[in-house]
Nanobody, 121 residues
């Protein structure tokens, strides 16, 4: 079982910065991929950024150059540094982790509860 705890959302003016963090706790799993998704008001959930266990990153075109995903200091933790925020970045942001159980048999796919990011212009 994996528990995800997200933190760091809030309200900021356009041009400002926020840092989101997500920590996965529990046992019996190995994470291969950690990502941030977001759901803007009235829209579908979309990928923001992802990070593989090997260090490969991928970003949505709309955030490339402004957002950075990285491993946080704690084990099985990931951070999303968001700079030059725009009003269109307003959304509920969700942490997603994927991998396998340590016996390599069953997939692991968990979502955080979501954290609100509001950017005012």
């Amino acid at each position: 079982q994996v528990q995800l705890v997200e933190s760091g959302g809030g309200s900021v003016q356009a041009g400002g910065s926020l840092r989101l963090s997500c920590a996965a706790s529990g046992s019996g799993f190995r994470l291969d991929y950690m990502a941030w998704y977001r759901r803007p008001p009235g829209k579908e959930r979309e990928l923001v950024a992802g990070l593989t266990s090997g260090g490969t990153t991928n970003y949505a075109a709309s955030v490339k150059g402004r957002f950075t995903i990285s491993r946080a200091s704690a084990r099985n933790s990931v951070a999303l540094e968001m700079n030059s925020l725009k009003s269109e970045d307003t959304a509920v942001y969700y942490c997603n982790v994927r991998g396998l159980t340590t016996d390599g048999i069953r997939p692991v796919d968990y979502w955080g509860q979501g954290t609100q990011v509001t950017v005012s212009s």
